[in-house]
């Protein structure tokens, strides 16, 4: 890969930033860090009782100067809306823990949801921290086998839904979860018998006062599945502390400011939508927006610019999906309020940067991170420049280095710039995740020495930025050459009509293996074999030979998880006729 050799820098002029970066000198930032110092700048549990993430996300902005700030902004998908204040989120939040205890749940047990991005799901989230629950958030869109895996895996003992989602998903699996004790209906006006309760009616109920219990920053909070990319979805555990991480990175990546207005797309069943969409925002005091909907070019366009977003978190999958569409986002929407866009989930293509400063007026901000790291890890930050394809440097109080193995397969940390190998971050940071549930030994098996071994593939420059080849096992190796899928796909999206791109190695005798890739179109260009020869010719002269993929095959659609990542995999077992393994997270 030889990205460093010919970057392209993208340098923010201060016009660029109208308001000051709260990270305005990376290097001395950086340098002067502390976790003490962003410990004290929460403000922890009344009387030194600890740490809890619903106090730092809630009830510390109930009153003061933030107590009638907006909260979360509703956008329903039918066009309702409800805005929650700080103050009314510490109400019902309270009234969720109260219900908690009146059904006798212990802290800790785990408490599940599976809805889509409704109100309810948010404060069942900070109700549960507030209780000492652990929270686990699951997508609505699952069928009922996964949710069956999940909710026994992470031992159920309540679950939140609908009553259509119980109706078409629960019920039939319900008796094998002896487990799980409490059905929580957002929906049901009545309670419908033993264990299967009205929601509205307990939170009626339920009292507004609540005391937090004392709450120590190991204490579990969080279960999160994995999106499953590369095969069998892990269950990793975070505890309170994670706060600490995301009120650093909402500060210093996604540069917070009083009185802003945030807009995360992510769903809280996958890790972004719980620590961006639900956390971080909130632990700032911000407005948070939270959209029912799904992806719609319009409707979002609309939603940056009526409710004057700006701070705007989504991914390269959407950023995709943006540039797909004919559109002139920047002459037809007033976007003027909007100051930042953030990118996670997959590397960010050098094209979507570009595109993003042309139809924005914005370059997009691309970090690093994992459902395991519990947060931000590695970013673009307001004040740094760009180098599009890298996903930039790491955050304050992270370290981050390469690693290979040496002759005895111990990982060895890498001093030389320009060196590919396994991405590694230093441990223990705050959000680190705390384990894989039922499974220590695999969880043991991420660290070598002090050291968290990603599973990614990377490359440090030696200005310090990160660059991402591939998750490990979707690395191709042809003629001898490394290749990352990253490399191939963003070349071959700077042709007009390529809108996504997914490659995969396939086994050749020849050259071991052969780039092969998957090709989905812009709106309103058809396939054909004169395409695919002008797309060839076009990979051979980005890439040359050797990288440039020998076989293109055309797909309306490339197949992805639930959070937008492109399953490679699955292409792979697809070409080869094997098995397709675990495709639980596969979005329809
Ligand atoms: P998950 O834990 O399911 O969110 O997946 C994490 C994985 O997504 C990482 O290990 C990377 O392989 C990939 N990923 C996330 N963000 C980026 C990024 N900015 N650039 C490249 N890969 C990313």
Redesign the pocket.
Known sequence: MDAVNKVEIITKTSSSQLVKPNLSDYRRTKREFSWDQMQSELSGLPEGRGLNIAHEAVDRHAFGKNEHRIAIKWLGRTGKTRDYTYKQLKTKTNQFANILETLEVKPVERVFTLTGRIPELYIAALGSWKHKNIFCPLFSTFSPEPILQRMSKGNAKVLLTTSNLYQRKISRIKNQLPQLKHILLTDATDHLGKGLWSLQKLMKEASDEYDIPPTHPEDHAILHF????TGKPKGALHVHSAILNLYMTGKYVLDFHPGDIYWCTANPG???GTSYGIIAPLSHGITSIIDEAGFDAQRWYHILESNKVNVWYTT?TAIRSLMRVKSTPKETFDLSHLRLVH??????NPEAIRWGQSHFGLPIH???????TGGIM?ANFPSTKIKPGS?GLPAPGIEAAIFQKDDHHKPMKINTPGTYGELAIKAAWPSMFRGYIHDEARYRKCFSDNWYM???LAMQDEEGYFW?L??GDEIIKTSGHLVGP?EVESALMEHPVVAEAAVIGKPDPMTGQLVKAFVALKQDKEPSEALRLEILGFGRKKLGTVIAPKEIAFLDDLPK?K?G?IMRRLLKARELGLPEGDISTLEF
């Open positions: 994995t999106s499953g990319t996958w890790v972004a390269p990118s996670v989930g997959e590397p960010l691309d970090n690093w991170w994992q459902t395991e590695i996903m990603t599973g990614d991402f591939g998750r990253f998880t959070s990542k």
